[in-house]
């Protein structure tokens, strides 16, 4: 039998982009990120068990920004728009989804899994004066351990994206979770996301609303594993 098919997903609309004029152009970035060499860190308590999110649960919609050109730099640093956790942080991830569609909502991942030598090309592509958006390659980002995720809500019922108080990626005061400006709904509907993911074991970022740590963040190592190692490893079930 043939396993039934998932929901229709969002109706993905461009939206109001924000774009950071990168420091250096794309090929050097790149460049410069398969250069870079991880720093050694300290041995993790727990082992890497990273899995295919949609494996876990096919009703969570993806649109992995960072595999196309809508994102802050304007160019893909990604080679697939696949989205990974490690397992614990993929089940938790599911239970939001199922808190978001008591609400009416989808969840809409944006990121996830992030792969060191990534968070070094956003570390040389911004500037000094927005290092609080991106992580820092010298302590490995909680994405970095599979352990962080991006995301926003959507409506089940119009497959809209809903309205936030900023876009995805914007690095402006409108992205802080405390963000008391805009419109009133829009701070509504994102508290409401991050009551979702708080109640499901995530943690919000206070720089960014879309972004949430998994509780046990820091029991996983540092990874720089691609996308195809991480494929090949990843186990097809829970």
């Known amino acids: 039998m043939h396993a039934p098919a998932p929901p229709p997903g969002p109706v993905l609309e461009d939206d109001d982009l924000f774009r950071v ?4 152009a794309p090929d050097a970035l790149r460049a410069l990120a398969g250069q870079a060499v991880m720093p050694a860190f300290a041995p993790a308590p727990r082992a890497a068990d990273l899995v295919d999110i949609m494996q876990v649960d096919p009703a969570i919609a993806l649109d992995i920004r960072y595999a196309s050109s809508r994102n802050f730099l304007g160019f893909p640093v990604y080679p697939a728009g696949r ?29 996830a899994y992030r792969p ?10 911004v500037p000094a004066a927005l290092h609080e958006f991106v992580g ?10 599979g352990c962080a995720v991006d995301l926003t809500l959507w409506d089940l ?82």
């Open 116 to 125: 060191w030598h990534v968070t070094a090309l956003f570390r040389a592509a």
């Open 157 to 238: 019922t119009t497959r809209q994206v809903v309205p936030m108080p900023s876009g995805f990626d914007e690095m402006t005061p409108r992205a802080h979770v405390d963000y008391a400006g805009g419109d009133a709904l829009a701070r509504q509907r994102r508290d409401l996301l991050a009551r979702i993911m708080q109640a499901s074991g995530f943690v919000p970022l206070a720089e960014e609303w879309w972004h949430f740590d998994f509780k046990d963040w820091v029991d996983y190592p540092v990874l720089d594993l691609s996308f195809d190692a991480v494929a090949r490893a990843a186990m097809p079930q829970v």
């Open 21 to 24: 004029p990168a420091r250096l």
């Open 136 to 145: 820092d390659p010298a302590t490995g980002s909680r994405h970095n351990r």
């Open 83 to 111: 989205a990974f956790l490690q397992r614990p942080a993929a089940l938790a991830l599911s239970h939001a989804r199922g808190l978001a569609g008591r609400h009416g909502y989808g969840l809409l991942v944006y990121d």
